[in-house]
């Protein structure tokens, strides 16, 4: 992002302050065992989303997936066996189907 006076907001090819890791057009970035380091934990933290919210969860909302958890499980368990039921099938199937989901 390029940052800029006011007077300067008209004037389309000049720069006011490059970014830090910005290279010339053509030019390679010279990478580091640090940064290579750092960016595979950046890459690690987007693609593993538990990492980066698992430092904010607290036993509020342990409690509050709990309660859900249960609520679900109560739900599902019962809609499950109907719908084998229906479907002409041994309730047993329904048990599976819906453990098959959590899956």
């Known amino acids: 992002m390029v940052m800029c006076d006011e007077k300067d907001k008209d ?7 490059e970014p ?7 030019g390679r970035k010279r990478r580091t065992f640090g940064s290579a380091v750092g960016e595979g934990v950046s890459q ?3 693609r593993i989303s538990i990492l ?6 607290d036993k509020e909302d ?18 499950s066996i109907a719908y ?3 479907a002409g099938l ?6 599976y189907s819906a453990f098959a989901g959590e899956l």
Not at 20 to 26: A, F, L, Q, S
Request: charged share 15%.
């Open 20 to 26: 830090k890791n910005w290279t010339p057009k053509g």
């Open 90 to 95: 041994p309730s047993q199937y329904g048990l």
């Open 11 to 17: 004037l389309q090819e000049q720069r006011c302050l």
């Open 44 to 46: 690690l933290l987007r």
């Open 84 to 86: 084998a039921a229906l």
């Open 62 to 79: 342990l409690i509050s997936d709990f309660i859900a958890g249960i609520t679900l499980g109560l739900t599902i368990i019962p809609q």
């Open 52 to 57: 980066n919210w698992i430092k904010v969860y």
